[in-house]
C-alpha cells in the first residue's frame, strides 16, 4: 500500500476535533501547530507513510535519521497533525487528506476539522489578521463571533486546504485559518508573527489554555530581524539602482 | 480509491442522453452546459471527487469552500456533465472519463453521448460554425442531418475529447461538437459566441427548448468587448512597431 | 483499470511468434509493421486501451474519432502489435510491455518475439544496416545466421526496447532488430528506406512472403525527398554563414 | 504488479544482514557493492522488476539485452542489493525500498541493514572519511566503536537513504554509511577512492574478509587520473580567463 499509518499507542477518543497544521507558505501553520503540542504536551500516538512524501531521509544533528512522514498527536478531545513534508505531488495531497479523514472517522468520529494555513499578503502588515474559510454556510457566523472575517475568493493550495474537500465531502464541519504572511522567503525561518496570531484564535475558539510567552518573545525577534531584513534589501536595491544609473551614464558618455 | 462518485440523490433515468461539458479552451463547453442547466433547471444529483484534479480548494466571495469534482445534473432523460476543473494528469482524464462512462452505463445504460469543446481557428469568425466529431461512421449522416460539418483532422485533447475513446471502446455512439472560437485567452471570460452556437446546435439536435435571450446578449456584450480588446491590441502594436523603428532609427544616426 | 484489452475476435491461435512496431524514432517500426499487416492482409483481433496513452482522440478526414490505442493484428501463426502512439509516461511503456506479453503468453503462449526499432546514426547511410539485440546468449548465432550484426552498446528507448525486458523475465527468446536512421525528423514522414530494410529482414527471418514493389518504390522517393531537404539544408546553412560573415563585416567597419 | 521479486534460486537464509548500494552520486555505493560481491563471490538469487525503472533496456558490447532491474546476492547470512538504476520517481524510490524491506523481511527476518551512499564534499579530501546515519540512537555507540563519525544534518536522497524510513518504521536497526566524495561528475567512472573507504569500513563492522588489492590498485589510477583531471580544468580555467581579460582589452581598445 502507499500510504499507510501505524499507530504507536492505542488511544481512545471519542468524536475528537482535528487541529492540522502541514508545513507550507512561510511555515505559518507548521510552526502554530508544533507550539501547541509543545505546551499541551500532547502525545504522539500515529504516524502516517506515503509513497508521494519526497524521496530523502532527515539527517538530525545527532546523526539520528528522521524519516519524512505525517504526524497525530493527542490531548484530551484533540487531534494535531502535521508532518515534516507535504507530499510533492496533487494526487498525493489528496490522497493523504482523504486517508487521514477516512482513517480517522472510521476509528474516532471526528466533530470538526480546523485547519492552518497562511494568506499571503502585499504590504506590511503591523498585526496579522486571521481570515476563514468553512465547508458550510451555518460556519460564517461561527467564524464572526471569534471575529474572524471570511475570506473572500481565491483558493487555498496544498494539504491544509484540500482536506476541506474530503471534510466536506464527508459531510464533517471543517474551518481553515489563514494568517497573513508576507511574500518573503525566509529561509528556514518561520513567519512567526503570523504563526501566533493562529494560536491566538485557535485556543480562543478551542479553549486550548497555553503560555504565550515563548511564541511572543520569538515574534519579536522575528519583527526585528524581519524589519533588518527589509532595510537591507532596501539598501540593495538602492545602491543597484545607483550602479545601473551610472552604467546607463558610462553608455551616454 | 482515488476516484469516486457520491450520489447525492437517488435518481431513476434509463437510457439517458449524455451531454457533457468540462472547461477547457474558451471556457465555451463548460459556458455552454451552465447555460442549459441553469435555463433547464437541471437537478445536481452526484458529484465525482479525483485525486487527480487539482491540489486546492476554491475559496467564494462569501468564504464559503468549493471543492474541485465533477458534477452531474439531471432534467428528465439528460445527464449534464461538467464540473470545476479538468484532471491536470492524462491519465487522470483518462480515468474519469472511463469512470463517468462505465458508472453511469453499469447504473443507467446510456443511449448517446453529446460532448461539446472549441476548436481554435485563426482569424475573425463572424459567426462561429460548429463542427461534429463521431464514433461511427453512421453518425456523419445524423451531422448532416443538422448542417454540422464534421471535422476534417486534428485532435481534440482533454476530457471532451478522451470521453469518445471510452465511447468508442463500450460502443455507445458519442459526438463531439467543437465551436469555432478565436486562439485569445480572455482571462476568467468565455468566448460566449461560441458557446452560443454550441447551445443552439445542442438543443436543435435533442429538442430540449430554453431561453435564449440571456446568452444573446451576453454574446452580444462579449463581442462588444472583443472588438474593443482586438482594437487596444492592434494599437499596441502600432504603437510598438513605432517605437522599435524609432529605436532602429537611433541606431542608424 | 487502467490498461485493459478488448477482444473483437476469437482466435485460436498457438504458441504464435510476435512481431512489435510501435511508433517511435523515424516512425521506421511502425511503417515496416503496417507495411506487413497491409500486405499479407492480417486482420485485427484485439485492441488495447490504457491510460497512460495521451490525453486526446485523433480526428480523421471524414470526422471520424480515432482513439489511441495499441492494435493487434493476426496471420497464420503471427501477431502484429503496433498503435497509434507509446504511453507518455516510462511507468505506462513498462506496463504496456509486460501487459501485452502477460496477457498473450496467458492466452496463447508465445514462441519468440521480434520487436522493431530505429538506430540514429550520424552521416549518410547508403543502405541502411540492420542490427540485432537480443536476450539470450544463444540467438546471437542466430542473428549470424541471417546477417545481422549484433548492436555493440548502448540502449533502445521505450515499448519497441522495454518488451525485451519482460521477454527476458518470463523467459521467452526476444530479438529487437534496428534499423539505421538519420538524426532528421522528417515530420510526419516515416524513413521509409530504414522501415524497407527492416521489412526485408523480418521476412527472411520468419519465411513471411510479401510483395516489396510499394515500399522500394516509397523507398525511392524518400530518398529523393531527403536528398533534396539536405541540399536545401546545405543551402540555408552557407546563405545563414554568408550573413554572418556580412555581419560580422558590419561591425569591423 | 508494478512491482515484483523474481526468485532465482530457494535460499534458506535465517535473519540475514542487508547490505544495499545502489548506484548513486559518484557511482560509490554500487562500485563498493559490487566489489564486495564480486571479491567473495556472493550469487545472484532474485530480480526485482518495477514500472518505475527507466523505461529502456541496456545493451551490452556482445549484443545482449539487460533490463534494468535490482538484484539480490548473498554469501552465507548476507544479502547484497544492487542494480543498474534507481527508479526514476520519487514514488517509485519509496516502493522500492518499501518492497526490499517487505519481502526479505517477510522470507527471512532482517538482522540489521547497511546502506552505503557518498556524501559530497568541497575542496581535496586526500582521505575519505566515512559518516554515519542510524535509525536509532543506540546505534550511535556502535558508530563510534568503528571510528565513524555520525553525520551531523543535511539529508539523503534517494533509495540508499530511503531504505532507512522503511527500515525505521518497521523497527529493523539501520545505518547508512556515507562517503566524501567530490562534487565532479566523472561520466562513467565511479569514485573508487570513496568506494575503498566505504569496502574498509563495512568489511571492518560486519568481518567480511576480502582481498583489496584490486581495488586500491583502481583507487590510486583514480586519484592519478583525478589530479590530471583537476590540472586540466585548472589549465582551461586559466586560458578561459586570459581570454575574456584579451576580450575585455579588445573592447576597450
Known amino acids: 500500500m502507499s500510504i499507510r499509518i501505524k499507530f504507536l499507542k492505542d488511544v481512545r477518543i471519542e468524536n475528537p476535533y482535528l487541529i492540522v497544521g502541514f508545513p507550507g507558505i512561510g511555515y505559518v501553520a507548521k510552526f502554530a501547530l508544533d507550539y501547541i503540542v509543545e ?18 531521509i532527515i539527517v538530525k544533528s ?42 480517522l472517522m472510521r476509528k474516532y468520529k471526528i466533530s470538526m476539522i480546523y485547519a492552518m494555513a497562511a494568506y499571503v499578503v502585499e504590504g506590511r502588515v503591523e498585526e496579522p489578521k486571521v481570515y476563514g474559510v468553512v465547508t458550510d454556510p451555518l460556519l460564517i457566523e461561527f467564524l464572526k463571533k471569534y471575529g474572524i472575517s471570511p475570506m473572500s475568493g481565491g483558493s487555498i493550495s496544498g494539504a491544509n486546504g484540500i482536506i476541506l474537500t474530503y471534510a466536506k465531502e464527508m459531510g464533517i464541519p471543517a474551518v481553515c485559518l489563514l494568517s497573513e504572511t508576507l511574500p518573503y522567503t525566509y529561509g528556514y525561518y518561520a513567519d512567526v508573527k503570523a504563526a501566533k496570531a493562529l494560536v491566538e484564535v485557535i485556543t480562543s475558539i478551542t479553549g486550548i489554555k497555553i503560555d504565550m510567552t ?40
Chains 1, 2, 3, 4 share one sequence.
Open 39 to 56: 505546551k499541551i504536551k500532547a502525545e504522539k500516538f500515529a504516524e502516517i507513510y506515503s509513497y508521494s512524501f519526497p524521496s530523502f
Open 214 to 253: 515563548d511564541i511572543e518573545e520569538k515574534a519579536k525577534g522575528f519583527e526585528i530581524a524581519l524589519r533588518k531584513f527589509k532595510e537591507a534589501e532596501e539598501t540593495t536595491i538602492k545602491e543597484e539602482r545607483e550602479k545601473e544609473w551610472k552604467r546607463d551614464l558610462t553608455y551616454l558618455w
Open 62 to 103: 545527532n546523526g539520528l535519521a528522521e524519516p519524512i512522514r505525517t504526524e497525530l498527536y493527542y490531548s484530551n478531545n484533540f487531534i494535531f497533525i502535521t508532518g515534516n513534508a507535504q507530499p510533492i505531488t496533487p494526487e498525493g495531497q489528496h490522497e493523504l487528506s482523504d486517508f487521514i479523514i477516512s482513517e
